[in-house]
């Protein structure tokens, strides 16, 4: 007889619950009170149904609730005592404070960092990069506004935008927060913590030079882009080194004026060959060669990877609840969700694509396989069945 050795006592969705630390979580809900007023439905248990839905990819709140439900049996692998209905999960999505979720999130941040953090990486600025970006998720403008005029026919779509700073050795949010959509993205700058040294690297989208110049004083630098319409005045430029990249066409010094205050930069001129186009950076650094800021800057490129990821794996369409409090709470789980699969992947003892870990975990969720045993060796039960002798195969032929 053929023993799966991959069996597992507990469904694939407990053996990645079990990667939660209850006693963290537990502290978390205390300093947030967010069980107060809640007899059943816990904080846990919302979480959970929260993980359980960005898994399976639910819809909407009848579709989590009869798949919970057809679960029955095994809905005590996920630490539920009782069947979440439908106004339940509603009420709590628009009345306990999406900040507990975030509270998660960071805890699990810090508990798994170092697991996901890229080894192979070596160069040490790179992986002291610190990125930022921001992302739009459409909504119902009832919600929270959108950007641009209204249109003459139909009703414009709101947004919630997700500003986001990751380290580029992490590749996960390790700072984020929401506005509409309309709010300038150069307002989430003040909220960055940066130590003295810090390299940030962000579009032009969020060029404040009051904050550039904030910025020289703390000893802290960034690597932008120039914006089409800037005006500026050339100081000085130095010569290009040989052993630098073909790319670099100037390396200069600007100065720019901004509300009565001078602000000294950097300017690189730079040629992309693949894209025949001349990028423009400027940073407040005199000490990196100039592809060096270039190099920063293409690693920019990751942040808007992560954000692909989140999207397609995790789709933020549909969502159960219609408050900005329920709209955060899903995206916060997502992002529990994601860096919980980032920390399988990394622990795997094979390489997956994160979305083909993705589709083999949503497609087992409630099967009983050792998850770490399947995803090393996932085609053993084959290679066992297609060497079997012709006799043990004529045994499955015999009627």
Not at 205 to 210: E, F, T
Request: positive net charge; glycine residues 4%; aromatic residues 12%.
């Amino acid at each position: 007889m053929n023993k799966n050795n991959k069996k597992s006592g507990n469904p694939v969705i407990s053996q990645i619950i079990n990667l939660l630390d209850s006693y963290k979580i537990n502290r978390t809900v205390k300093e947030n009170s967010s069980d107060r007023y809640y007899k059943k439905f816990k904080t846990i248990d919302h979480l959970i149904t929260m993980m359980y839905m960005v898994l399976s990819g639910c819809t909407s709140l009848r579709e989590i609730t009869g798949i919970m439900l057809a679960c029955e049996g095994k809905i005590n692998h996920l630490g539920i005592t009782n069947f979440p209905k439908r106004s339940t999960i509603s009420d709590a999505n628009r009345n306990r404070n999406s900040k507990v979720f975030s509270d998660i999130y960071f805890g699990l941040y810090n508990q798994y960092r170092k697991i996901i953090s890229d080894s192979i990486l070596k160069d040490t600025i790179i992986k002291q990069l610190l990125i930022v970006d921001s992302t739009t998720i459409s909504l119902f403008c009832d919600i929270l506004r959108g950007v641009g005029r209204n249109p003459l026919n139909g009703k414009k779509k709101g947004g919630i935008k997700m500003h986001t700073m990751i380290n580029a050795a992490e590749d996960v949010p390790s700072l984020v927060r929401f506005t509409s959509a309309v709010t300038s993205d150069h307002t989430f700058l003040k909220d960055l913590s940066l130590k003295k040294g810090s390299i940030v690297v962000f579009d032009k989208g969020y060029v404040d030079y009051r904050q550039y110049l904030q910025w020289n004083l703390d000893g802290i630098f960034f690597v932008t882009r120039q914006k089409d319409n800037a005006v500026w005045l050339s100081m000085e430029e130095f010569d290009i080194p040989e052993e630098s990249h073909t790319g670099v066409l100037k390396d200069e010094i600007i100065k720019i004026e901004k509300d009565g205050q001078s602000i000294i930069l950097r300017r690189i001129a730079f040629w992309v060959e693949e894209q025949k186009k001349v990028y423009e950076f400027i940073s407040n650094n005199f000490e990196l060669r100039a592809d060096k800021i270039a190099e920063i800057y293409k690693r920019r490129w990751q942040i808007e990877l992560l954000f692909k990821r989140l999207k397609r794996n995790f789709p933020l369409k549909y969502f159960l609840g219609d408050t900005q409090n329920a709209i955060e709470i899903q995206i916060w789980v997502s992002l529990i969700v994601q860096l919980l699969m980032l920390v399988i992947q990394r622990t795997a003892e094979r390489k997956w694509a994160f979305s083909n870990l993705v589709s083999v975990v949503r497609f087992h969720l409630m099967t009983y396989i050792d998850l770490w045993k399947f995803l090393k060796y996932p085609d053993s039960d084959w290679i066992y069945l297609t060497n079997k002798t012709e006799e043990q195969l004529a045994l499955f032929n015999d009627s």
